[in-house]
């Protein structure tokens, strides 16, 4: 019997996953990514789960000031729960999304009120029956090899369209091990786009914009996570002594450094990593 999907995954991006699940049940927010602050917060008080709704608004138009003003057709890969689906939409451009997540092919097609068409499967095992204007990557490179993004999106677009790719990437090649350790590195995915015939016509890096969401997960996670898990902590301590050994074992065995990294994912960013989004044409003698 096959693996389940959640299986297959490695553990950074079961990790990853996890936290998008907290992240959307805190939120409540219709988006799955970052979000693009401007203006950048200068206190505490101007980071807010309100403010991050506008940050990740904002984002979506600027993805679209990034799309080519000939573009029709997108394939979103990787599209979450639709937001940036629905968004295009709205644009009047015409999206089909991709993921292998049956709970967000749900969320996706109420979210698109079926107006898009969701599918349901790797994007390395995607066989299109129209070729594309436009491939779409949101915050999902890091899930699929640098070379299987390169020919996937070479084999469904049109020769002359295009790619575009938002993401967190790694600028330090060294950094090799940690909660970011799957993204790629810069100059990895910029080589197998060039040699699958994609030339790079736009790029902006967008660092400082994204980094108040880490900033505001990390805050809220000190303030709620670690004080409602010690407080839980404390109450199976006073009820069942032995339970509460096991679990703190458990606790200092497999989670207590996720955590502590986790705390400094700000930190590990600013310094391993930076966040682009990038514009690929594919050539015209592509075919």
């Not at 599209?79 to 967000?104: E, R, Y």
């Not at 994204?210 to 996670?221: G, K, Q, S, W």
Request: charged letters at 20%; hydrophobic letters at 40%.
């Amino acid at each position: 019997m096959p693996k389940p999907q959640s299986e297959q995954l490695s553990s950074v991006n079961r990790y990853q996953n996890a936290a998008l699940n907290y992240y959307l049940q805190l939120t409540g927010s219709p988006y799955l990514h970052y979000g693009y602050w401007e203006p950048l917060p200068t206190s505490v008080a101007e980071r807010s789960l309100f403010k991050l709704q506008i940050a990740q608004e904002a984002y979506s138009k600027k993805l679209l000031n990034f799309i080519p003003p000939e573009t029709k057709t997108v394939l979103d890969v990787g599209c979450g729960i639709g937001g940036n689906a629905v968004f295009l939409l709205k644009q009047g451009l015409k999206v089909d999304g991709l993921a292998p997540d049956s709970f967000q092919k749900k969320k996706f097609l109420e979210a698109t009120e079926g107006k898009a068409i969701f599918h349901d499967m790797k994007f390395e095992d995607f066989t299109a029956t129209q070729a594309y204007d436009l491939v779409l990557l949101s915050e999902s490179s890091q899930y699929m090899a640098c070379g299987d993004i390169a020919q996937g999106a070479a084999k469904i677009l049109k020769p002359g369209s295009y790619l575009l790719l938002a993401d967190m990437l790694r600028s330090d090649g060294n950094y090799r091990e940690g909660i970011f350790s799957n993204c790629h590195v810069v100059e990895d995915l910029n080589k197998s786009l060039s040699q699958s015939g994609f030339t790079l016509i736009k790029q902006e890096d967008i660092s400082q914009q994204v980094a108040p969401t880490l900033d505001l997960a990390i805050e809220h996670f000190r303030q709620f996570g670690l004080s409602t898990g010690e407080y839980i902590g404390t109450l199976i301590k006073i009820a069942v002594p032995p339970l509460y050994a096991l679990l703190n074992w458990a606790y200092k065995r497999w989670l207590q450094k996720a955590i502590a990294e986790g705390l400094e994912a700000r930190n590990i960013f600013d310094k391993h990593l930076c966040y682009e989004i990038q514009l690929w044409q594919l050539s015209e003698g592509n075919q």
